[in-house]
């Protein structure tokens, strides 16, 4: 089974905090997201990354960077923390897809909770 | 942008019904997928359909696309009380040139099934 892990459940956070999400998927996918989630508006991407060292930004990257050293791990960086930042964020992989062939189903790790206070 | 918006935004049915959930979106599609929420949790996929296709079983899932109106609907029948959940379409909305269709996901049926 393809597991995507988070790194915390639950974070507390002060504005003007430098806030590190980590991410770590163990099936050799190539591609990784970030998304957050809210109340009303539902999944929002906020960056992707198709190969180690590479990143897009999605339809939110305002106020985030990205970095993905490993093919493994892609980490999403809140340069400093503002409330309205508190959210959910959610980390998925997929496998490369072709143009002829997509299957891009996704998969999802627990989610983070972050709250900045 | 929002491409998938889905109907109910949330459902309320007895243990045995039958739930019904319908998602309606602007472009056109390869894929069409539904995923899955339980409260807190991340997603989980449960069907994925081609847009050459109109319906597809998985259990107790079934999911129609009619490519022509822009929707699909699944049906989860004998609903029991763990398939209370929020529920996503997903559709892939541009492929990027390097290998991989961004999904974009609607805002969620949240369904409630009462034992």
């Known amino acids: 089974d393809v597991k995507v892990t988070q790194s915390s459940r639950y974070l507390v956070k002060r504005t003007g905090e430098k806030v590190f999400l980590e991410c770590v998927q163990d099936?050799?996918?190539?591609?990784m997201f970030w998304y957050r989630q809210d109340p009303g508006l539902g999944l929002r991407l906020i960056y992707f990354?198709?190969?180690?060292?590479?990143?897009e930004k999605g339809d939110i990257p305002e106020g985030y960077s990205v970095s993905r050293e490993k093919k493994e791990r892609f980490s999403l960086i809140l340069e400093s923390a503002s409330t309205n930042q508190t959210s959910m964020y959610l980390c998925?992989?997929?496998?490369?897809?072709?143009?002829?062939?997509?299957?891009?189903?996704?998969?999802f790790g627990p989610g983070t909770r972050l709250t900045v206070l | 942008s929002q491409q998938g918006e889905e109907d109910p935004q949330a459902l309320s049915i007895q243990e045995g019904e039958n739930a019904t959930m319908n998602c309606s979106y602007k472009?056109?599609?390869?894929?069409l997928q539904w995923y899955r929420q339980n409260s807190g949790r991340g997603l989980v996929h449960l069907i994925l359909?081609?847009?050459?296709?109109r319906e597809k079983h998985s259990g107790r899932l079934r999911v129609t696309l009619d490519t022509s109106k822009k929707s699909s609907s699944l049906l989860i029948t004998a609903s029991r009380a763990a398939d209370t959940a929020s529920y996503f379409c997903?559709?892939?909305?541009?492929?990027?040139?390097?290998?991989?269709?961004?999904?974009?996901f609607g805002k969620g049926t949240k369904l409630s099934v009462i034992p």
């Open positions: 990354s198709y190969d180690v060292k590479m990143k």
């Open positions: 997903a559709t892939d909305s541009s492929y990027s040139g390097a290998g991989s269709y961004q999904l974009t």
């Open positions: 099936m050799d996918h190539e591609n």
């Open positions: 472009t056109s599609i390869n894929n």
């Open positions: 359909i081609r847009s050459n296709e």
């Open positions: 998925a992989s997929s496998f490369l897809a072709t143009a002829a062939e997509a299957t891009d189903t996704q998969y």
